[in-house]
């Protein structure tokens, strides 16, 4: 018998996961496998991007974790440079286009994976496609940004201006402000970090100010200036104006998701494919999606969301690829797990915020305290804020956000095994959690923000 084919759209996380979990399962004569990347690379950390920027990571290929030949080794048919342009459900078939040569035509298939990503927030503003103004979704844009820096004069001030203030945002003004630049955050919301509530991203706007980062809250930008040679020269918001050398976009993404919805396949409020727990698109036997063109199910919320993050897309591609290979996965869902560091300040949540909490109808309280990370009379114990969010009546954890200095954010990792097992806030207190005073104070300040919200939750039930 003829082997089937399998062909994969986009070569990054969810996508070569997929194909290299398959090919485990099934040899070139059972399955052949042909891969699409319109990219330059496969398999990299985009995450990792901001730390290459800004010199954490020293050269670009580190982020790479398997090459395009590595790839190949492994009787992989991955195809370069080449866009999926249309997709014949009907037909079985995708169309490619070889954007070295130009050239175009159909490939037939017999199992289709989707995992085409995300794509930055680019506002349609006058100005955004200047020269000088970058996303960093990808290892190209990352080059391009890098190209762009060195191509700027070596003296006099340097000013790079970051528009958005979420997990992008905040990275990339540390890329800047390392690579000796004049920040300035340019932020439409009440403060930085909306996934966090405004209560704790006043938090971040100290710490950044501390860095000196000047954050601007409540200014949605209006257009791009631009000098006589087409680069950019100012950012004007509705709150005034700001000078910039370059620009970077740190707005936010979302799901890259045209090429399926020309062809009909099902999307969700967000914007992203729907699929069953195998990854396998809703109506479609032999079409599977992920990474971040998905939405997936929120465990607390219980509603589908859209959440970009590498940790995901590699395990859509590894239950994609089980599935397809003739084994068994499934992806439950998400509790909504994050974190993110700005020099040494370091931010993390998981779960609802409070507007969540309120969109889905749930009541609750809230508790937050502040400790430190390490024992108090431990040398280098620097302070931490902790937010706990509960299910009135019940106390059923809904949610936690943290910030502090170093060996804070992790500690959210409890938070969110607690949020998947469904435990309430007294059963937390309980936890056995490690100790020794480097690490943490006899009471993790977890444990104690639970001892909070346990009384919150008993004083709003009498």
């Known amino acids: 018998m003829a082997a089937e084919r399998l062909v994969v759209i986009g070569g990054d996380a969810a996508g070569m996961s997929a194909a290299s979990q398959a090919r485990r399962l099934k040899g070139p004569d059972a399955l052949e496998i042909v891969a699409f990347e319109r990219g330059h690379f496969t398999s990299y950390s985009a995450c990792g991007i901001p730390y290459w920027v800004g010199g954490d990571v020293e050269a ?29 459900v009907a037909g079985q078939r995708v169309k490619a286009l070889d954007r070295e040569s130009g050239k175009t035509y159909w490939t037939g298939f017999d199992k289709l994976v989707i995992a085409t990503g995300a794509r930055p927030v680019r506002p349609a503003l006058p100005g955004m496609d200047a020269a ?52 300035t955050v340019l932020n439409r919301g009440e403060q930085p970090m909306a996934t966090l ?27 791009i200036l631009t000098g006589p040679d087409g680069r950019v020269t100012e950012v004007a918001t509705d709150a005034g104006t700001y000078p910039a050398d370059v620009v970077v976009l740190g707005i936010g993404v979302e799901p890259e998701t045209g090429l399926a919805r020309a062809a009909g396949l099902p999307v969700g409020p967000h914007g992203g494919l729907l699929t069953d727990l195998a990854m396998r ?29 590498g940790t995901h897309a590699n395990k859509h591609g590894q239950v994609i690829g089980s599935n397809i290979g003739g084994g068994y996965g499934t992806f439950p869902g998400v509790v909504g797990t994050a974190v993110s560091k700005v020099c040494d300040l370091e931010i993390a949540r998981t779960g609802l915020r409070e507007k969540d909490a309120r969109a889905v109808g749930l009541r609750y309280v809230t508790a937050t305290i502040e400790s430190t990370q390490r024992a108090g009379y431990y040398p280098g114990a620097k302070p931490m ?13 809904l949610g936690v ?26 059963q937390m207190t309980a936890l056995d959690l490690g100790y ?27």
Not at 197 to 223: C, F, P, Q
Request: hydrophobic share 45%; glycine share 10%; charged share 25%.
């Open 60 to 88: 670009r290929d580190d982020l790479i974790a398997r090459t395009p030949e590595e790839h190949r080794e492994r009787d992989i048919d991955l195809r370069m440079r080449t866009e999926v342009t249309e997709l014949d």
């Open 132 to 183: 000088g103004v970058h996303g960093v979704q990808t290892l190209d844009d990352g080059q391009a940004l890098l190209d762009s820096l060195d191509a700027l004069p070596s003296e006099g001030p340097r000013r790079a201006v970051v528009v958005g203030a979420g997990y992008i945002g905040v990275e990339m003004a540390e890329a800047m402000l390392k690579r000796g630049f004049e920040v």
């Open 197 to 223: 509530d405004a209560d704790m991203g006043r938090l971040v706007h100290e710490a950044l100010d501390g860095l000196g980062i000047t954050t601007v809250n409540g200014a949605a930008v209006t257009k």
């Open 281 to 309: 698109v809703v109506g479609h036997d032999n079409i599977w999606a992920g990474g971040d063109c998905v939405e997936v199910l929120d465990l607390v919320a219980g509603r589908t969301r859209h959440v970009a993050l």
């Open 385 to 397: 804020t902790v937010k706990m969010i509960a299910e009135l009546r019940t106390g059923r954890l």
């Open 401 to 426: 956000q943290i910030v502090g200095r170093e060996g804070s954010a992790k500690r959210v990792d409890v938070a969110a095994v607690a949020l998947t097992a469904g435990m309430t806030v007294e």
């Open 436 to 462: 020794a005073p480097p690490f943490s104070p006899v009471w993790d300040p977890v444990l104690v923000a639970a001892r909070k919200t346990v009384a919150a939750v008993r004083g709003a039930g009498s």
